[in-house]
C-alpha cells in the first residue's frame, strides 16, 4: 500500500457532538488489541513463513534467471488467499460489526434493531476486499523482489550475496526492498573504511545481519500501516452498512454523509479538503489521487494509516412501516 502524503494543513473547523464521537470511536477501535495485536503479529509471522519457504538454491536459480519464477507468484497468490480465508475475514468481520454498533444513530434507536452481519452486502464486500488484498499484495511482493533482481544489482553484487539479501525483503514493498538494499551496503562500505583489514565475508555477514534486524524493524512498520488501514476499511464498511440496515428496518431515515477529519495539523491535504463535505448515501466522496482499490472514494480511507470518518446526518426521518 503506497501513497505519498500531501503537505499536512492545520483546520480550523468545528466538529459537531455527533462527529467527534465518530471520530473518537473510530480512533479508540485502531487503537484496540484488535488492531495493534493480532494482525500485526500475523502478518509479521505469515511473512517470515514466506521466507523460510524459500531455499536459497532456488534464490540464486531467481538471481541467474534475472527474474521472478511462475511458480512462486502463485505460491505467494495461494499463501494470501489462505490468509484472508483464516485469518483477515474473521478480523474484517469483527471490524464491521464494531464500526456498525458503534455508530451514535445507531446506537440510540429505540425499538429492536439488529445488525445481520452475514448481510449480502457484507458478504459481497468482504469477498470484493479479499480477493482485491490478494491481488494487490501479491504483486507489490513480486515488484519488491524484482527491483532487488534488477541488472544494477546483479552487477554489483554477488549470486549468493544477492539471494541471501532477497530473502529478509519478501513481504516488504518496493520501496522498502531498496531501502534495505541500500542499507546492507552502506554497512558493508562502513565496515569495509573502518576496518580495512576484515575479510569479505565476514563484513557481509555482519551486514547481512544488521539489514535482517532493519527487515524486521520494516515488517513490522507495514504490517501495522495494514492492519490499520485494513481495520478502517471494514470499520467504516459496517458503519455504512448498519446505517442501511437500520434504514430497511425503517428505524432511520434518509440521511446524508459527511467527511470527517480530526481537524488538526495532522490531517493531510487531501483529507483535509473533503471535511466537512456532505454527499448523497450512494455518491463518491471526490477524492483526488489514485484510489487504494476500486469503489474506495464511497468511504474512508483515502490513504494508508487514514483516521477519517463518516457522520451520517438525518434528512427526513423514517416513515413507520403501515400495519396491516
Known amino acids: 500500500m503506497g501513497f505519498r502524503m500531501i503537505a499536512p494543513k492545520k483546520l480550523k473547523k468545528k466538529r459537531t457532538k455527533n462527529g467527534q464521537e465518530v471520530l473518537r470511536r473510530l480512533e479508540e477501535f485502531l487503537k484496540s488489541d484488535i488492531v495493534t495485536e493480532g494482525p500485526v503479529e500475523i502478518l509479521c509471522g ?8 524459500v531455499t536459497y538454491q532456488e534464490l540464486r536459480e531467481m538471481v541467474k534467471a534475472g527474474w521472478l519464477g511462475g511458480e512462486t507468484l502463485e505460491q505467494w497468490q495461494q499463501d494470501y488467499s489462505y490468509l484472508v480465508k483464516t485469518k483477515l475475514t474473521p478480523l474484517w468481520e469483527k471490524a464491521i460489526g ?33 480477493a482485491e488484498f490478494v491481488t494487490s499484495c ?8 524484482t527491483a532487488l533482481l534488477s541488472k544494477k544489482m546483479v552487477e554489483n553484487h554477488t549470486m549468493d550475496e544477492l539471494a541471501r539479501m532477497i530473502r529478509p525483503c519478501i513481504g516488504l514493498t ?7 538494499a541500500r542499507y546492507y551496503d552502506n554497512v558493508v562500505a562502513t565496515l569495509k573504511e573502518k576496518f580495512p583489514a576484515m575479510r569479505t565475508e565476514t563484513i557481509r555477514k555482519r551486514a547481512r545481519e544488521a539489514a535482517g534486524k532493519y527487515a524486521e524493524r520494516q515488517h513490522r512498520a507495514r504490517a501495522m ?14 458503519a455504512d452498512e448498519g446505517v442501511r440496515q437500520a434504514q430497511g428496518q425503517t428505524l432511520s431515515g434518509r440521511r446524508r454523509k459527511r467527511w470527517d477529519t480530526a481537524g488538526d495539523e495532522g490531517v493531510c491535504g487531501r483529507c483535509a479538503a473533503l471535511d466537512g463535505k456532505e454527499f448523497e448515501m450512494d455518491a463518491d466522496f471526490p477524492l ?10 464511497k468511504l474512508p480511507p483515502a490513504h494508508p494509516r487514514c483516521g477519517c470518518a463518516v457522520e451520517y446526518i438525518e434528512i427526513e426521518p423514517p416513515v413507520p412501516k403501515k400495519v396491516p
Open 225 to 238: 500501516t495494514v492492519a490499520q488501514t485494513e481495520g478502517a476499511f471494514a470499520y467504516n464498511r459496517g
Open 174 to 180: 518496493k520501496e522498502q526492498a531498496k531501502a534495505n
Open 288 to 297: 483526488k489521487g489514485e484510489p487504494l482499490f476500486p469503489g474506495q472514494h
Open 98 to 130: 464494531a464500526g456498525a454498533l458503534g455508530q451514535p444513530i445507531v446506537e440510540a434507536i429505540a425499538g429492536g434493531f439488529t445488525f445481520n452481519t452475514q448481510s449480502a452486502g457484507i458478504l459481497s464486500w468482504i469477498k470484493q476486499r479479499g
Open 46 to 53: 505469515f511473512w517470515e513463513d514466506q521466507q523460510n519457504a
Open 138 to 145: 501479491t504483486a507489490q511482493q513480486k515488484d519488491a523482489i
